[in-house]
């Protein structure tokens, strides 16, 4: 029975040429403050709300499966449709957060089987650890945030005032709602109007209320069919996902980096965690019962900021090439490990993983083809003769073929070569890395015959010492 809804709520993904439902968000409309007792109602609901999402989402993480349609369980003084709301909201956080948890689970035991193997194949490295699975906490909510239906909070567009719309929200007090106008701005008008029609588009019931540094927040949505408008034969473009550059295309051009000032603020915020955690450590030595935590608004600003830089670079590289097709690569962050804490820190803050959530989003947003493709090998691959070896990689920036001499940004190979891979049934019929890097190889082998080099190896070069000049001059 389960099997049977689980195939029954899975959603039809579209191919290509066929509409994909997109829901859009309108964000920062601030609510107006005509009447401050009406936002103090709505200031008395929200610390309940908040309590009893996150009595339903503890339940729905540790005890019970997620459940949107579960009967009332706590007392409290929310009418039964606010705690509908509240039981709705807690299944859909504790849904992803067991979907993430899971997702993670399963990379750890890849990485566990991936090392085991290489152990008992005697190729494990010295510096190699074996990869621990670390407990997830429950998720804990912090600030006001209420996704409402229209059971308890009602729009309805003004028709004989100044304002927009007028929002009708249920509180504590039984038969007793408030009606909060709403103003839009102009760049919200020009967000809910449809450039062909000129007409205002159907917004959806459900709306979201947050609240920051004693600010209301009203968040509207409505949903849209988006079709690929991407030409068959468009020119394909090779995306590059890195630290040192965001987004690297395979025309040279790189977008976004973390480092500069992301970079300098990262090392800010690791000293400043590191010296709380030694003070945590020398207050449990004490037996101080409450202990400080070691996060800090600073590294939570920093996140966000890494986003939206990352946000910004995957929206200017679609700018610059609105009629081309584009290829990036799948990245397994979680698997990812340097021999240095320092460096496992920078891979995180860097926020990798977000790059190719950000750039499938986009595509699918702006209705353009963007097809993953296999990235095993696109760092060391020579994109002239498939030559594919760790040395070709002198240092992080430069790549310089061993074979051919072909020597260019390393980012920029890496781009050319995923933009080749677009439907390379070759690789992607290929099991492990063993076996994608035996098939570059023999296309290398294919190149060199073609070229006539016949057994040519790889020059080795030597590391340049100090010139006769400069020891004369010393």
Request: glycine letters at 4%; aromatic letters at 6%; hydrophobic letters at 30%.
């Amino acid at each position: 029975m389960n099997e049977q809804r689980k195939q029954r709520k899975k959603k039809k993904r579209p191919t290509a040429g066929e509409p994909y439902p997109v829901t859009r968000a309108v964000t920062h409309i601030r609510l107006v403050e005509v009447n401050p007792g009406k936002l103090a109602a709505l200031d008395a609901l929200a610390p309940v709300y908040l309590a009893l999402c996150q009595a339903y989402v503890t339940l729905f993480c540790t005890t019970e499966s997620p459940n949107k349609l579960r009967d009332p369980l706590y007392q409290t003084p929310l009418s039964e449709r606010w705690q509908r709301v509240a039981i709705m909201q807690a299944a859909g956080i504790a849904r992803s957060w067991r979907s993430n948890r899971t997702t993670a689970y399963q990379q750890y035991q890849d990485d566990l089987k991936r090392y085991q193997k290489q152990q008992a194949d005697g190729q494990l490295s010295a510096h190699a650890k074996e990869p621990r699975w670390r407990a997830w906490n429950v998720p804990t909510l912090r600030e006001p945030c209420i996704q409402a239906n229209v059971n308890v909070v009602k729009l309805e567009e003004s028709r004989d005032s100044t304002y927009d719309y007028w929002l009708t929200i249920s509180t504590l007090e039984k038969g007793q709602p408030i009606v909060v106008p709403v103003k839009l701005a102009a760049y919200h008008k020009a967000a809910l109007t449809d450039p062909k029609t000129h007409q205002v588009k159907k917004l959806n019931t459900s709306v979201q209320l947050n609240k920051r540094d004693g600010v209301w927040w009203l968040t509207l949505s409505y949903d849209e069919e988006v079709t690929i408008q991407t030409v068959p034969g468009a020119p394909v473009i090779g995306i590059d996902v890195g630290i040192a550059n965001f987004v690297t295309t395979s025309t040279g051009t790189h977008y976004g980096s973390f480092h500069k000032d992301l970079r300098a603020r990262h090392k800010r915020d690791r000293a400043k965690r590191r010296r709380k955690a030694k003070l945590r450590a020398c207050l449990k030595k004490k037996g101080v019962p409450k202990l400080p935590s070691t996060s800090s608004r600073t590294g939570q600003r920093l996140i966000r900021h890494v986003k939206q830089e990352i946000n910004h670079a995957v929206n200017q590289c679609y700018a610059d090439h609105p009629e081309a097709q584009f290829a990036y690569e799948q990245l397994s962050v979680a698997s990812m490990r340097f021999k240095a804490r320092a460096q496992n820190a920078y891979l995180r803050a860097s926020n990798l993983a977000h790059i190719p959530q950000q750039i499938a989003w986009n595509s699918q947003k702006r209705g353009v083809l963007a097809t993953p493709v296999i990235s095993a090998y696109s760092s060391q691959e020579c994109s002239v003769c498939h030559y594919t070896d760790r040395k070709n990689r002198p240092d992080q920036r430069t790549f310089r073929c061993q074979v051919c001499g072909f020597e260019a940004h390393a980012d920029t190979d890496g781009s050319l070569n995923i933009s080749r891979r677009i439907g390379d049934t070759q690789l992607r019929a290929c099991k492990d890395r063993t076996a994608i890097k035996a098939v570059l190889m023999q296309r290398h082998e294919a190149w060199k015959q073609q070229q006539g080099m016949g057994d040519t190896r790889p020059v080795k070069r030597r590391k340049r010492g100090p010139s006769s000049s400069s020891l004369t001059s010393l």
